[in-house]
């Protein structure tokens, strides 16, 4: 194995790294099991909701650096090829964990952190606009909704400027479907007006479940 094929061993260690069951060991702490409370997703959004804000902060704080370090890593040391197999390595490591039966999370804030590595622009972007339309809906659903397709347009909009690859838009637009058909339930309630509202960031605790 020559040292550049080497670096490709990085893929499969950002992938474990993706299953590192964030939301679990938080709701250890919390004596809360996300997978069985709220919605049942081991994600930011239900712990805030089940757990309250502080909980919600640490799984979102893990969940982002989930996606930021291995990306990180690859690029500093092998380069743009290997950190995008590794940002999407850690996306689906989250999504998909081998260690928990292929239950994970939706991946939302993995695939914000690897993104914000390897595309910051068009990332921030999103990032802004999820903001906003999460505190004018106040829903991180829709929120997510809109801005997970954001990202690979934004990416796309790049290669017209020559400062990526195309296929990097291409394989950032698989993971966002993914992402996007993973909150089908989210959707359904949406369609039906059923989806809940998140409840206000700076109340000191709040407990919904729907």
């Known amino acids: 194995m020559s040292p550049m094929s080497a670096w490709w061993l990085l893929v499969p260690v950002a992938y474990l790294l993706g299953t590192f069951p964030t939301a679990h060991l938080v709701g250890r702490l919390v004596g809360i099991d996300p997978t069985t409370e709220?919605?049942?997703?081991?994600?930011?959004t239900n712990m805030y909701r089940v757990a309250g804000r502080g909980a919600g902060a640490m799984v979102l704080i893990g969940d982002l650096l989930k996606g930021v370090a291995p990306t990180l890593v690859a690029l500093l040391l092998a380069g743009r090829p290997v950190a995008v197999g590794c940002a999407i390595a850690a996306v689906l490591g989250h999504i998909a964990p081998l260690t928990r039966r292929l239950r994970g999370g939706k991946g939302v804030a993995t695939y914000g952190g690897a993104s914000l590595v390897m595309w910051s622009f068009a990332t921030l972007g999103a990032?802004?606009?999820f903001l906003i339309v999460t505190k004018w809906s106040g829903r991180?659903?829709?929120?997510?909704l809109v801005a997970v397709p954001l990202i690979p347009v934004g990416v796309g909009i790049q290669v017209a400027f020559g400062s990526v690859r195309w296929w990097e838009p291409v394989l950032l637009a698989a993971v966002a479907l993914v992402i996007v058909c993973l909150h089908w339930r989210n959707i359904l309630r949406l369609v039906k007006g059923e989806e809940a509202r998140l409840p206000n960031i700076f109340h000191r605790r709040s407990f919904t479940t729907s």
Request: charged fraction near 0%.
């Open 38 to 44: 709220g919605s049942g997703n081991p994600g930011a």
């Open 140 to 144: 991180p659903s829709v929120g997510s």
């Open 127 to 129: 990032i802004v606009l």
